[in-house]
């Protein structure tokens, strides 16, 4: 059993930056591939993006891609997403979440453990 802990939400301007982190612990953190999905209201879960178990591969949802860095610390069992350029369709909650296996993972199916998620709100 995982237990995932996020943080670093919060309300911003369009156009700044958050760093949002996922701290794990109750399960080998670095022999499973981690990922950020998130949910606006109304609408259905989302991936954001995800990080292999080595962080040697990454993966990016389109509408992230050049403005989001997902990243992990295996010493201090943490994930990271560096998100800049904010936009307000950006405003959802973000979860992180822990790979099933060893794969890289780009479906809600191919990951087994949640965290509560942390809120992000953008406004314009």
């Known amino acids: 059993q995982v237990q995932l802990v996020e943080s670093g939400g919060g309300l911003v301007q369009a156009g700044d930056s958050l760093r949002l982190s996922c701290v794990a612990s109750?399960?080998?953190?670095?022999?499973?591939?981690m990922g950020w999905f998130r949910q606006a209201p109304g609408k259905d879960r989302e991936l954001v993006a995800t990080?292999?178990?080595?962080?040697?591969?990454?993966y990016y949802a389109d509408y992230v891609k050049g403005r989001f860095t997902i990243f992990r610390d295996n010493l201090k069992n943490t994930v990271y997403l560096q998100m800049n350029s904010l936009k307000p369709e950006d405003t959802a909650v973000y979860y992180c979440?822990?790979?099933?296996?060893?794969?890289?993972?780009?479906?809600?199916?191919?990951?087994?453990?949640w965290g509560q998620g942390t809120q992000v709100t953008v406004s314009s």
């Open positions: 990080i292999s178990r080595s962080a040697l591969s990454t």
């Open positions: 109750g399960r080998t953190f670095s022999s499973y591939a």
């Open positions: 979440a822990q790979g099933r296996g060893i794969g890289l993972g780009y479906r809600e199916a191919d990951f087994g453990s």
